[in-house]
């Protein structure tokens, strides 16, 4: 899953109309752009490393194994050229994509899961394009304990009920999964996922010095719950 953002911000002016993100579509091994900014300019690029074993069962098995898809995932990263990089889903983060990353001239911040998984978030930034200036990593599993138990928002009945009402009630594929996950009306159950997230300012290097904030996460989802 990849999603590319370039973003050209004009400076700061008395005009109150909004800048917002440019999205453009990613061809060839380079990112490029049909405008020339007038302000400054950084690339990112979201990408999740997904799950070999569940998500590629049509692909050939040899294709899968760690070793070929690991040199292949570093090229893909490296080929984007990105100013960062935010990734999902990443495992393998000390004993692999650190020290690859930072030969291509990338620091690095990492937060791996809670719990017994693997996997984490990592976000990327490129030496000569930013400096770190303050970063914060979330744990969401401690914001779960700020809800006083049993006690839910108006708003968040209201939507669960909705939900529940939209329901089909006779379709198999709806049926409960053998895998018994609590209680979904329970944001005890519902939110505490093990998902994490990472917040993090920088300086870009550039004359305008502006400070920008990027932030990276992966939720857990569930289709039976949405």
Same mark, same amino acid.
């Given at each position: 899953m990849l999603f590319v953002a370039e973003f050209g911000l004009r400076k700061m002016s008395s005009t109150p109309t909004p800048k917002h993100p440019k999205f453009i579509?990613?061809? *060839?091994? @380079?990112? @490029?752009?049909? &405008?020339?900014p007038d302000g400054f300019r950084f690339s990112l690029v979201s990408y999740t490393i997904l799950a070999q074993s569940s998500l590629f069962p049509h692909s050939p098995p040899p294709s899968l194994k760690w070793k070929a898809r690991s040199n292949?995932?570093?090229?893909?990263l490296k080929n984007f *050229?990105?100013?960062?990089?935010c990734l999902q889903e990443v495992d393998e983060y000390d004993s692999f994509y650190k020290e690859n990353m930072e030969n291509f001239g990338y &620091?690095?911040?990492y937060m791996k899961r809670s719990g017994k998984k693997r996997d984490g978030c990592g976000l990327l930034y490129k030496?000569?394009?930013a400096e770190l200036v303050f970063e914060e990593r979330i744990e969401y599993n401690d914001l779960v304990k700020s809800?006083?138990? *049993?006690k839910l928002d108006d708003e968040y009945k209201d939507d669960l009920s909705d939900k529940q009402d939209?329901?089909?009630?006779?379709?198999?594929a709806f049926k409960k999964a053998p895998e018994d996950r609590g209680d979904p009306n329970d944001p005890h159950v519902r939110l505490k996922r093990d998902c994490v997230g990472i917040l993090a300012a920088f300086t870009l290097k550039d004359p305008s010095h502006h400070v920008i904030i990027v932030a990276n996460t992966?939720?857990?989802w569930n289709p039976e719950w949405t």
């Open positions: 579509s990613v061809e *060839g091994s @380079y990112i @490029y752009s049909r &405008s020339k292949a995932i570093l090229a893909v *050229g990105a100013d960062f990089l &620091s690095s911040i030496h000569d394009c809800i006083p138990d *049993g939209l329901e089909p009630k006779n379709d198999s992966h939720l857990y």
